[in-house]
């Protein structure tokens, strides 16, 4: 007998990340000392968030190439600062009022500069590139190997300096990066370490889930519903509308901007990481985990769907403005370069880049 555990877990929207939380979460509300009780491996398993994330971010830091054309350079780099730069006007704003704790009454309750921060800095790369390969331009897909630098918790960490709340030693900041940065030099260095290293990016995920909702309380965060709701809305509408501006001021159709107002699914484990690095955040951490989480989903959800009616807007009133885009989800032929061009069986009546036609 089989059982599709991981085609299931994948329609659900971030399901690789968000569903081994919520069963974390769960075992750690019904039982908080399961992890103690078992020890050994299994309470490694409950406890050991920052190790697999270490791991997790040395691998991702593999996938990055360093070689780029001055187009990547400019589109990725555009959209790269202009989502940092909002998380950090916003986390000025914000902490302005609330400081490092969270709200801690009304409908509020919960919400925290580190959620807000946290949910803005890191965008969701399986989408934006999901998204461009079916509506975009090969090149605006390649546009996330330079976005991709936003990973991990030190930009976080930067913002929330940079808003004068409680900042971190620079030796923290470098610890926080360094296993991106040494990802990247093995990735760049060997073509088969990004290989070896990248694959296992998508396996660490469902642990550093899991860890982190053992550490989660569900009676503590109910509450979270409609916030995360409200959260993931401000990060579509912030972030959509700045980077769908700065988009068409580059030149572009706007495509790109919209496709990269997410939040990614390992922005979850930012607030665990900047708490454990300074116990001033500890009070928001479990809660921005939580809404932080909640935003994944939903930009998970609305970002395509926005995504796709603009690009059927487009097309209907300036065809020549997506010319470029590839209407079946496919790539052209010499966008891709050789190293990641897969040869694929022509489909019927299918046009070859050498002139013939199969049928």
């Not at 569900?218 to 769908?244: E, H, K, N, P, Q």
């Not at 030149?251 to 607030?271: D, H």
């Amino acid at each position: 007998m089989s059982i599709p555990i991981k085609a299931s877990l994948e329609r659900v929207p971030g399901g690789m990340m968000l569903v081994p939380l919520l069963v974390g979460a769960v075992i750690n509300t019904v039982h908080s000392g399961t992890g103690d009780f078992f020890g050994s491996f299994t309470g490694a398993l409950f406890s050991g968030a920052l190790t697999i994330l270490a791991v997790f971010y040395v691998c991702m830091g593999a996938t990055i190439e360093l070689r780029t054309t001055p187009y990547i350079l400019k589109k990725g780099g555009a959209l790269l600062i202009v989502k940092a730069g909002i998380a950090v006007v916003i986390g000025i704003v914000v902490g302005h009022f609330l400081g490092e704790a969270p709200v801690n009454g009304g409908i509020f309750a919960g919400i925290s500069t580190l959620a807000i921060v946290a949910a803005l800095n890191d965008t969701n790369g399986g989408l934006y590139m999901a998204l461009m390969g079916q509506f975009g331009k090969p090149k605006d897909t390649a546009a996330y190997s330079l976005m991709s630098l936003e990973s991990g918790p030190f930009l976080t960490m930067v913002t929330l300096g940079v808003a004068g709340l409680s900042a971190f030693p620079w030796q923290t900041l470098l610890g926080a990066i360094l296993p991106l940065v040494v990802g990247m030099i093995l990735g760049n260095l060997d073509p088969d370490m990004r290989r070896f290293l990248g694959a296992a990016v998508p396996v660490c995920i469902p642990f550093f889930g899991f860890a982190l909702g053992s550490g989660i309380d569900l009676g503590t965060v109910w509450t979270a519903g409609l916030l995360g709701l409200g959260l993931g809305l401000f990060v579509l509408i912030i972030s959509g509308s700045t980077l769908f501006a700065t988009d068409k001021l580059l030149g572009g159709n706007g495509l790109p901007g919209l496709a990269a107002a997410s939040t990614a699914g390992n922005a979850a484990a930012v607030p665990a990481i900047v708490a454990a690095a300074n116990p001033v955040y500890k009070a928001a951490a479990d809660k921005a985990t939580v809404l932080v989480a909640a935003s994944v989903v939903v930009t998970s959800l609305l970002t395509p769907v926005i995504t796709a009616m603009y690009h059927r807007r487009l097309k209907r009133a300036d065809p020549e403005a997506v010319a470029g885009d590839v209407p079946d989800g496919g790539v052209h032929a010499g966008d891709v370069p050789a190293r990641t061009a897969e040869p694929t069986p022509a489909p019927a009546d299918a046009t070859t880049t050498d002139g013939t036609t199969h049928r």
